[in-house]
């Protein structure tokens, strides 16, 4: 038995250990990289549906009640959400329209989209990492500094990812975008 590598396989030599542990290493980093990707994936998945999902989710009980089925609550949510996001891409398409006309009116939906995509989301994002740290300390100069340093990065993210003044859309909401620009031509 060797003391110094109690794992090395018998008749293995020592460059054979050295290389099968590097890579059981590089398989393991892999695993933990891919694992960390999925879940910043559904994090950032959350961060932009999440919102829009549960409003739609809210609307969806409002029109069925609480006593109905839940397959057409959970069907009726998904409905919502995407006309959400349809009135989202409309203000969209009208902020380009408006903008290649040289415009000024181009910033009130911009405004609009800005403050239900990108602040909303992250005022809750603010409030999830503020209840991270212990009731006492939450008035403390960490907590706050910690609380608004994510707001802000938060919010730039969101904004970035939705680019309101790029004339872009996804293929499903497109035609919401291309009567925004219709609308504001």
Request: hydrophobic share 50%; proline share 4%.
């Amino acid at each position: 038995m060797n003391y110094y590598n109690p794992d090395i396989d018998p008749g293995e030599s020592e460059q054979e250990y050295e290389a099968r542990k590097n890579e059981e290493s590089k398989s393991a980093t892999g695993l933990m990289f891919g694992i960390v990707g999925v879940f910043i994936f559904v994090l950032k998945m959350a961060a932009i549906f999440g919102v829009f999902f549960y409003a739609g989710f809210l609307l969806s009980q409002k029109l069925w009640g609480e006593e109905t089925n839940k397959f057409k609550i959970w069907g009726f949510s998904i409905l919502f959400t995407y006309l959400i996001f349809c009135i989202i891409y409309l203000f969209k398409g009208t902020i380009i329209g408006l903008r290649a006309k040289k415009w000024k009116l181009w910033i009130v939906p911009w405004v609009i989209c800005v403050l239900l995509c990108c602040i909303v989301p992250s005022l809750i994002v603010k409030s999830l990492v503020a209840g991270i740290f212990n009731p006492t300390e939450r008035q403390g100069i960490w907590c706050i500094g910690i609380s608004w340093g994510a707001f802000i990065l938060f919010s730039l993210y969101l904004y970035d990812i939705y680019q309101f003044k790029t004339p872009t859309a996804p293929k499903v909401l497109y035609w919401s975008y291309a009567w925004g620009l219709k609308l504001s031509s």
